[in-house]
């Protein structure tokens, strides 16, 4: 069993930047994929970003790349992302989520992940 914890979102104006953290507790985080997803009003849940469990491989959404970075802390049991150049489209409940696969065409289904956080509201407003 794992409980992931997001923070760090909130309001910010079109261009500005945040970072989202995640925080993990229970079994061994190094042991998981970590995965990015959000949810806008009226919309499916969509991935964002991902990060594997063993070699730190990373994969981004068209829509961020370029601009959001995922990162990983084994040490902390934690994953982070950071968000520049925001735009309004970026406005969504954002959740961080946990798997145990490694396979990069499975990291980016919400059904690879077994473990999910509450999510954390970033706004961003013009």
């Known amino acids: 069993q794992v409980q992931l914890v997001e923070s760090g979102g909130g309001l910010m104006q079109t261009g500005g930047s945040l970072r989202l953290s995640c925080a993990a507790s229970?079994?061994?985080?190094?042991?998981?994929?970590m995965g990015w997803f959000r949810q806008a009003p009226g919309e499916e849940r969509s991935f964002v970003a991902m990060?594997?469990?063993?070699?730190?491989?990373?994969l981004y959404a068209k829509s961020v790349k370029g601009r959001f970075t995922i990162s990983r802390d084994n040490a902390k049991n934690a994953v982070y992302l950071e968000m520049n150049s925001l735009k309004s489209d970026d406005t969504a409940v954002y959740y961080c989520?946990?798997?145990?696969?490694?396979?990069?065409?499975?990291?980016?289904?919400?059904?690879?992940?077994?473990?999910w956080g509450q999510g954390t509201q970033v706004t961003v407003s013009s």
């Open positions: 989520a946990a798997s145990g696969s490694t396979a990069i065409l499975n990291l980016l289904s919400r059904a690879a992940y077994t473990y």
């Open positions: 229970g079994r061994a985080f190094s042991s998981y994929s």
């Open positions: 990060i594997t469990k063993d070699d730190g491989r990373t």
